[in-house]
């Protein structure tokens, strides 16, 4: 007999050896939404994970992060098989996240039309009514290659290659095979809630709300967000770079410090071309005179707002800095969250009376006194920090609330230049498997706080759900409203975070939540070849995570 210790409502029992989860889920009596996976000894598996040994299992509804992936892949694959099912040389691609949905390419030999997506959706249904199961298929990594060599599927092929695994993994649903990472729900019966939109050159592929999965989540107008995606990715063509395949190939053939060059270039080029847009509006009659950056947590907005000053200076204009971490209020003033914890992330953290004063002398001409805020004291200081913003000279404010318009609602719109700055990672696994964006700056943040902060990834991990509720309600719905978007990430940059932060994500112990995350990004990374920072630049926007900057933080 093999026990199961349901860490849902903390209660036993024992089964006979050979099972799956889902023959045991029912036994349990859970009070939640029907699951679509499991942390089995903290470690994600699907529900036909079969179970020999002794298990600690908890079983994951949408409101898990872990569940919501699970089900968006096999929504994706639901809509392929429709697609190829309707479009036999048709093709889909699961490209990148907008729009609190995916965006998701479809290639049918003309542009697709209202009236394919309505096809698509309908022969989807089916797919899901059919309740189809979701097979999921070891073997030799050669077997795989020649499955998806024989379906044209060279992207799948690249990867799989370039990984050097002997065994591999990869799914049926029906006769139609695919290669995901990560695990499936049990069959497409599944998939109860979804929509598909006339987006671009395919659909926008809508899921659950995560906070309520009775419902898809709201869809948020993301042009903008959009169209940085569209860049970056017509830049991958031009190099010939669009998967994590397509990398390692090129790594493996000695073209590393040509991609990191290239890569540092684009964003070098994308920098320059802010500050000659700040510089032209500043010479058309249109007085700028406070640039305001925002951009979720390990976004690099530091680095950014540095370099950024640099150009401006090259464009003859000269940037003084103000952070708005230096305006909180005094401790015991901070608001709190739901769990009776100092909120330091909500907007009304900050001092705004003080801050709307002295932002307001500024542009009088006037010279004030800087604050400087004491975080082990929870107090600001004054310490004789004097500014004075004359004629030629550009204030430059950097904190997560730049953006939200009521920080500066008593100021003309025409002297301001919103910047949202975020790592929207753009190179994707392979055709059908994207890289969250969240992984990329959660990978950057873990390596920092271990490196500066003395934090463990575990506590950092810990903490990452508190930090992405904030971004949720104080960041995100401000990103749009930017003069400009500045994507941060780089195309080589998780192939030479992969040997720093793995022995860190290494300490985190098997017995704590989690592993399970730990464990997660460690597959991943083993997905990436290795390179190392001999030839990134010191003023590389990475550096600020990984060391050797030639600026001062």
Known sequence: MVEIFCKNNNTSKKFKAGFTLLDIVEEFNL??????????????????????KNKDVEFLDLHSSDALRAYSRALFFVLNKAVLDLFHKGSTEMANPVSKGIYCPIHIGKKISETDVKLIKERMTEIIDAKMPFVRHKCHTSKAIEIFSSAGRQDAVNLLKSTGQIYSNYYTLGDLADYFFGCMPPDTGYLTLFDIELCEEGVLMRVPDKNNPDRLDDKVKQVKMFEVFREHHSWQKILGISTVGDFNTACKNGATTALINVAEALQTKKIVHIADTILSKHQSGTNIKIILISGPSSSGKTTFSK???????????TPKVISLDNYFVEREQTPKDSDGNWDYESFYALDLNLFHEQINDLLKGKSIELPTFNFALGTKEYLGNKMTLNNNEILIMEGIHALNPLLTSNMPDNIKFLIYVSALTSIRLDNHNYIHSTDNRLLRRILRDYKYRGYSACQTISRWPSVRAGEDKWIFPFQENADAMFNSALLFEIALLKDLIDPILSQVPEDQPEYSEAHRLRNFLKLFISITDRNLPPTSLLREFIGGSSFKY
């Open 307 to 317: 370099r950024l000053q640099i150009q401006l200076m090259a464009n003859g204009l």
């Open 31 to 52: 009070d939640i939404k029907r699951p679509i996976c499991a942390l089995v000894n903290n470690k994600v598996e699907g529900l036909s994970y079969t179970v020999f």
